[in-house]
C-alpha cells in the first residue's frame, strides 16, 4: 500500500491534476488506516502474549517508549563472554573463600533436627497426561536459547509431543536422575541500572535461563516435594517465600501488625534487616543433601533424583551472537530454575533455632530474613540478646557458606520519637548503625510508620508508567489500554496496600489522585470533567475501597485455611456469654486498643471490618462468592446513589 501511496504521489506532482490529487488523497487515508490496524494488532499481540509476566511487559514498553541501553561495541566478542563468565565464576569462589577463612568460621557447631521425622519421602510418583498438559500450560512462556522449539510453539503441538515428553519426565522421577543436556544455563549479563557504566564488569547482573523441558520435570518435583512438605508441616511458619498463600504482602502484615502493637504498648520496636551476599550461589550441594535427608526426611530414590539434579552443570555466557565457554557450577542452586527458591529455604531450616533460642521474633521471605524484638522505656537489656543473635546468625551462615554482609545490613527503630533517638543512641554504641527509613521487600518503612515516602515513591513511578502509556495510547485498542494499566498502575497502588490500614486521608489522596489519573487517560477524560461518574462507569473501587478489600479478603482466606498460619492466629472468633439472635454468625474478637497505632494495627482494623460486614458476605461458601459479594457491597458504599 504504501508503494502504491507514493505512486500516486509522484503522479499528482507530476501532472497537478485535481483528479490525481483526489487519487492521492485517498490511497494516503487508505494506508495511514492500515497502518494503525497494524499497530494496534501489533501492541495487542505484546500486552496479551505477555500479560502474565510483568517484567517481560515491564521491558517491551519500555523499549516502544524510550530508546533501549546499548551495550558496548567492546562487549560483542567470545573473550568478552568468557571474560564474564570468569567474573561471575570467580565472585562466587572468592565469597565461599573468604568465609572459609573467616574467623568465626570453625567456631559454631552443626544444629542438628529437635526432633526425628517419622514420615520420609523415599522416591517421586509417576504423573499421567492431563497432570503434565496441567503443569505445561501453566508455565511461563518464556524460551531459553537451548530450546529446540520455541515455548510458545511447544505448548501448541503439546498433543503430538506429549507421549515422548510424558515418558521423559517419568523415567527422569523413577530412575531418580536428571538428564544431563538440560542442567547447563544460557547466562545473560544485565546492566543494574541503565545510568551505569557499561564497560564496567561489575555493573552487570547475571541473568539465568534455563531449558523448557527441565522446567517441566522440575515442577512435576516441585509440586509433589512441596504436598510432602505442607502435609508434614515440615516448612518453617514464618518462612513466606515461594509458599502457596504466602506472599510478601502477608510477611509484612505480621511484622508490621507486631511493631503497632508493640506501640500501642508503649514499646520500642527494633527491626533488623540482615543482607546476604549472592546467597543462593553459595549454597553447599553436601550441606543441602544433609538437609534433605535428615531435616525433611528424603530417602532413597528421591535424594538421588536431587543428589543428580545437583551435580554435573554448568553454564555459559552469551551476549548477542557471541556466547563463552562452558563453566563449571560446583555450588549454589540453579538460578531462575523452579526449584530454587524451595531447596534455599530447606538450606535455611535451622537458622530459625538461632532465634528462638535467643527469644528473637523473625520472619523469612526466600534468602531475606528479618529479626525483630520489642524494648520497654529505659531497659536496653534486649539488646544485649540481639547482638548475641546476629554474631550467632553470622557464624552460622559462615559454616553452611553464606555471607552475611554487615555493610548492607540495616537497622531501624520504631516507636516514640524521643525514646527513638535514645535506643538509637544506644544501638550506635553496640556497633549496629540505625537508619531513620529502610526498603523492606518492596515497601519503604519509617520510624513513625507514616508511609509517606512509601506512597511518594509509589506515586513517583506510577506517574512515570502513565507518561509511557499516555504516549501509546493511540496505537492500543480500549480493551488493551485498561489492561496496560492494571498492569503498570494498579498493581503499584495495591501492592501490600493491606498495609496502609489507618493511614490520614491526605495520605490515600495521592495514591487516589494517581488512579484518577489513569482512569482520565484510559477515557480521555478532561481534568474539568468530575471523576467520580468515571471511576463508576469502569467499576473501579476507589483506593480506600480497594485496601478495605484487600483487609477483608486476607481475613475470609485465613479463617477457610487459605493463607498463612500467622495470620489466622491474628484473630479469635467471638463466643458471646448468652445467645444473642440479633449478633448474627462468624464475628470476630476486637482487641482492645488506645491509640492511633493500635487502631491501625492489621489485627485490630480487619477485625472491626469484618464484623460490620453483612451476614451473607461473611457466611459466603466459596471464595469466589466472597470476593463478588465484597465487590458489589463496597462499591454500593463507594457510591451511593
Known amino acids: 500500500m504504501k508503494r502504491q501511496c507514493r505512486k500516486a504521489e509522484r503522479m499528482w506532482r507530476k501532472t497537478k491534476l485535481e483528479i490525481h490529487y ?98 520420609t519421602m523415599s522416591a517421586f510418583e509417576e504423573i499421567d497426561s492431563k497432570i503434565l498438559e496441567e503443569i505445561v500450560q501453566h508455565l511461563k512462556s518464556s524460551t531459553c536459547y537451548l530450546d529446540t522449539l520455541p515455548t510458545y510453539f511447544f505448548k501448541r503441538v503439546l498433543n503430538c509431543l506429549e507421549a515422548d515428553l510424558l515418558e521423559v519426565v517419568n523415567a527422569s522421577l523413577l530412575s531418580g536422575t536428571f538428564p544431563n543436556s538440560l542442567k547447563t544455563a544460557v547466562v545473560k549479563p544485565l546492566l543494574k541500572k541503565s545510568n551505569l557504566d557499561n564497560t564496567i564488569l561489575s555493573n552487570y547482573r547475571p541473568i539465568s535461563n534455563l531449558p523448557f523441558i527441565g522446567k517441566i520435570i522440575e515442577k512435576v518435583v516441585f509440586n509433589q516435594l512441596n504436598k510432602y512438605l505442607n502435609s508434614n508441616g515440615y516448612l518453617d511458619n514464618f518462612q513466606s517465600g515461594f509458599r502457596p498463600h504466602h506472599s510478601t504482602e502477608t510477611a509484612l502484615i505480621k511484622i508490621i501488625n507486631d511493631i503497632r502493637l508493640n506501640s500501642e504498648s508503649g514499646k520500642i520496636s527494633v527491626l533488623v534487616l540482615l543482607d546476604l551476599s549472592a546467597a543462593f550461589d553459595t549454597v553447599d550441594h553436601n550441606i543441602l543433601l544433609e538437609r534433605l535427608e535428615n531435616w525433611v526426611g528424603l530417602s532413597g530414590m528421591a535424594i538421588k533424583w536431587f543428589r543428580s539434579y545437583l551435580e554435573g552443570r554448568g553454564y555459559y555466557v552469551s551476549i548477542g551472537e557471541h556466547k563463552s565457554k562452558w563453566t563449571s557450577m560446583t555450588c549454589g542452586v540453579p538460578q531462575g530454575s523452579i526449584l530454587a527458591p524451595l531447596l534455599f529455604s530447606l538450606y535455611m531450616l535451622p537458622l530459625s533455632q538461632i532465634m528462638r533460642k535467643n527469644q528473637i521474633a523473625y520472619h523469612s521471605y ?57 535506643v538509637n543512641a544506644y544501638l550506635d554504641s553496640r556497633g549496629l548503625t540505625t537508619k531513620n527509613k529502610v526498603r523492606n521487600l518492596g515497601v519503604i518503612l519509617e520510624t513513625d510508620l507514616s508511609f509517606s515516602s512509601h506512597v511518594k515513591a509509589v506515586t513517583k513511578s506510577a506517574y512515570y508508567h502513565l507518561k509511557n502509556i499516555a504516549r501509546i495510547r493511540c496505537f492500543v485498542s480500549s480493551q488493551d489500554l485498561e489492561k496496560l494499566v492494571h498492569a503498570f498502575i494498579t498493581s503499584r497502588v495495591d501492592y501490600c496496600n493491606g498495609l496502609l490500614t489507618g493511614l490520614p486521608k491526605k495520605t490515600i489522596r495521592q495514591l487516589q489522585l494517581i488512579q484518577n489519573a489513569a482512569a482520565r487517560i484510559l477515557t480521555r477524560t478532561r481534568k474539568s470533567e468530575h471523576i467520580t461518574p468515571v471511576l463508576r462507569s469502569l467499576h473501579w473501587l476507589p483506593v480506600i475501597f480497594r485496601i478495605d478489600f484487600k483487609v477483608l479478603l486476607l481475613v475470609y482466606k485465613s479463617l477457610n485455611g487459605l493463607g498463612p498460619k500467622y495470620i489466622a492466629d491474628m484473630f479469635t472468633e467471638y463466643k458471646p456469654n448468652r445467645p444473642l439472635r440479633s449478633l448474627g454468625s462468624s464475628q470476630l474478637e476486637i482487641p482492645r486498643v488506645h491509640t492511633k497505632q493500635g487502631e491501625s494495627a492489621f489485627s485490630y482494623y480487619a477485625a472491626r471490618s469484618w464484623n460490620q460486614l453483612p451476614e451473607e458476605i461473611r457466611c459466603a461458601k466459596t471464595l469466589v462468592t466472597f470476593k463478588c459479594r465484597l465487590k458489589t457491597h463496597l462499591f454500593s458504599c463507594a457510591f451511593i446513589e
Open 22 to 119: 483526489s487519487i492521492y488523497k485517498d490511497s494516503l487515508r487508505a494506508f495511514n488506516v492500515e497502518l494503525g490496524k497494524a499497530r494496534q494488532s501489533f501492541f495487542s499481540n505484546l500486552i496479551n502474549s505477555n500479560l502474565n509476566n510483568t517484567r517481560t511487559l515491564f521491558a517491551t514498553v519500555e523499549r516502544l517508549t524510550n530508546p533501549p541501553s546499548q551495550i558496548a561495541s567492546e562487549m560483542l566478542s567470545d573473550s568478552k563472554c568468557n571474560e564474564f563468565a570468569s567474573f561471575f565464576s570467580e565472585k562466587i569462589n572468592n565469597i565461599r573463600k573468604a568465609i572459609s577463612t573467616s574467623p568465626s568460621y570453625a567456631e559454631v557447631r552443626q544444629i542438628r533436627p529437635q526432633y526425628q521425622k517419622e514420615d
Open 366 to 422: 526466600a534468602d531475606d530474613t528479618q529479626i525483630y524484638l520489642a524494648l520497654s522505656p529505659n531497659d536496653y537489656s534486649p539488646i544485649d540478646s540481639l547482638c548475641q543473635c546476629i554474631d550467632e546468625i553470622n557464624s552460622w551462615m559462615c559454616e553452611n557458606f553464606l555471607q552475611l554482609n554487615k555493610e548492607k545490613t540495616e537497622v531501624i527503630a520504631f516507636g516514640n520519637k524521643d525514646e527513638v533517638l535514645k
